[in-house]
C-alpha cells in the first residue's frame, strides 16, 4: 500500500511558477481580445447594413425615376445590376442574423458551458460577419463593372 509522500504511477506531480509581468501582460490583452470580439463582430455587421441599405436605396431611388436612363434598358445592366441586388439583399440578412438577440441555454455554474457557449457565439457571428462582407464586396464589385460598363460603352 502506497504511502502518502510515496509518488505512485497514479500520480502526477506539476512544478509550476508565476507568469512573468510580460505574459502577465499577453494572458490580459488575450482576455481584452476576446470579450472585445462579439462587440466587434456585433459593429462589423452593424456597419455592413448600414452600406447594404444605402446602396440598395440608392438601386431603389435610380429605378424610381419617372424618366429612366437610357442606359437601364440595356440587358447586362439588368442582369449586373439584378446580381449586385441580389449580393447586397444577401449580405444585409446575413449581417441582421450577426446582430439578432439568441437565447443561449446552458448551466449559470459551469465555467465549461460558459466557454462553449461563447464559443458558438463567437463562430456563429463570425461566419455571419464573413459572409455578409464577402456578398457585399461582390455587390461592390457587380455595381463597378455596371458603372465601368455605362461610362466606357454606353455614354
Same mark, same amino acid.
Request: aromatic share 10%; proline share 3%; glycine share 4%.
Given at each position: 500500500?502506497?504511502?502518502?509522500?510515496?509518488?505512485?504511477?497514479?500520480?502526477?506531480?506539476?512544478?509550476?511558477?508565476?507568469?512573468?509581468?510580460?505574459?502577465?501582460?499577453?494572458?490580459?490583452?488575450?482576455?481584452?481580445?476576446?470579450?472585445?470580439?462579439?462587440?466587434?463582430?456585433?459593429?462589423?455587421?452593424?456597419?455592413?447594413?448600414?452600406? /447594404?441599405? #444605402?446602396?440598395?436605396?440608392?438601386? @431603389? %431611388?435610380?429605378? *424610381?425615376?419617372?424618366?429612366?436612363? &437610357?442606359? $437601364?434598358?440595356?440587358?447586362?445592366?439588368?442582369?449586373?445590376?439584378?446580381?449586385?441586388?441580389?449580393?447586397?439583399?444577401?449580405?444585409?440578412?446575413?449581417?441582421?442574423?450577426?446582430?439578432?438577440?439568441?437565447?443561449?441555454?446552458?448551466?449559470?455554474?459551469?465555467?465549461?458551458?460558459?466557454?462553449?457557449?461563447?464559443?458558438?457565439?463567437?463562430?456563429?457571428?463570425?461566419? /455571419?460577419? #464573413?459572409?455578409?462582407?464577402?456578398? @457585399? %464586396?461582390?455587390? *461592390?464589385?457587380?455595381?463597378?463593372? &455596371?458603372? $465601368?460598363?455605362?461610362?466606357?460603352?454606353?455614354?
Amino acid at each position: 500500500m502506497p504511502r502518502k509522500n510515496d509518488t505512485s504511477n497514479d500520480e502526477i506531480v506539476v512544478s509550476s511558477s508565476s507568469l512573468s509581468e510580460s505574459d502577465e501582460r499577453l494572458e490580459k490583452l488575450f482576455d481584452e481580445m476576446e470579450s472585445g470580439s462579439l462587440k466587434t463582430l456585433e459593429d462589423a455587421a452593424r456597419q455592413i447594413i448600414t452600406l /447594404s441599405t #444605402a446602396l440598395l436605396g440608392a438601386f @431603389f %431611388g435610380l429605378l *424610381a425615376f419617372k424618366d429612366a436612363p &437610357a442606359y $437601364l434598358g440595356f440587358v447586362e445592366i439588368k442582369i449586373v445590376g439584378a446580381l449586385a441586388l441580389t449580393a447586397f439583399l444577401l449580405s444585409l440578412f446575413l449581417a441582421l442574423q450577426a446582430v439578432f438577440p439568441k437565447r443561449y441555454e446552458f448551466p449559470r455554474a459551469s465555467l465549461t458551458a460558459k466557454r462553449k457557449a461563447l464559443n458558438e457565439m463567437l463562430a456563429t457571428k463570425q461566419n /455571419s460577419v #464573413a459572409w455578409a462582407s464577402r456578398l @457585399f %464586396g461582390v455587390g *461592390a464589385l457587380l455595381m463597378l463593372a &455596371a458603372a $465601368l460598363d455605362i461610362l466606357i460603352f454606353r455614354i
